[in-house]
């Protein structure tokens, strides 16, 4: 089932990023696309990797959005499969959050990217409403088209390593942007660099909102190892 949602949850995000056209795509976008969505991350990484990412989730009101924590994600290269391909296991959170370890065969992109959109869709529907598959398809289409991609230093394991910033604020110009409770604003984030082992460095979707008095969310994925972006 997960295997299937994944899978499902990729071909539909890198269908919707390649929906750009000449005039639409900008340089940083397409750029960006190639990185997130057509980088074989997996390739090179040997197998019995560990990939461990630490997520916070940060509220600002605990009553409204539940309570926030820190807990693990862990993405392990189990073995190798056919051209470059990886079977991996991936182990959502730990304790009581934990769910079943998922394997996953003949994988060369990094899983974390998909988690972590699809996460991010489907908290911006709980929060703002919407078609899940409409905000899907402007999500993926919004980076596809209007992404910023700005070059960062990650320090990583004692060293500093370039990579890049991809950034979206896929609703902001939405024509619908009125009925979405404020969160119309949210934007989110990649850090992406070759020199890491699995590309992905942090996520992070901050749920801002326009509205007086509306709660927030920060939700922040972090490789084990990576420390400042700057």
């Given at each position: ?217 920060v939700d922040t994925m972090t490789l084990k190892g990576v420390g400042d972006v700057k």
């Amino acid at each position: 089932m997960f295997k299937s949602l994944l899978a499902s949850a990729a071909a539909a995000f890198l269908a919707a990023s390649l929906v750009t056209t000449a005039a639409a795509a900008t340089e940083d976008s397409k750029k960006a696309t190639a990185l997130l969505f057509e980088t074989p991350h997996l390739a090179s990484v040997p197998a019995g990797t560990k990939f461990v990412y630490t997520d916070e989730r940060v509220p600002s009101n605990e009553k409204l959005l539940g309570k926030g924590f820190t807990d693990e994600i862990t993405v392990d290269v189990e073995s190798d499969a056919a051209a470059g391909k990886k079977n991996v296991v991936v182990h959502l959170y730990t304790g009581e959050r934990a769910r079943d370890p998922q394997r996953i065969t003949e994988m060369d992109g990094n899983p974390m990217l998909v988690v972590f959109l699809d996460n991010a869709v489907g908290r911006f529907q709980q929060f703002a409403g919407g078609d899940r598959a409409y905000l899907k398809h402007k999500f993926s289409k919004s980076i596809g088209d209007e992404s910023t991609l700005t070059p960062v230093k990650i320090s990583y394991n004692g060293s500093e390593v370039d990579g890049y910033r991809v950034q979206v604020k896929p609703f902001e110009n939405d024509p619908a942007r009125a009925k979405m409770r404020g969160f119309e604003v949210a934007e989110f984030s990649i850090v992406i660099s070759e020199k890491i082992p699995g590309f992905f460095a942090k996520m992070v979707a901050n749920y801002a909102n326009t509205q007086k008095d509306s709660p927030t969310l920060v939700d922040t994925m972090t490789l084990k190892g990576v420390g400042d972006v700057k």
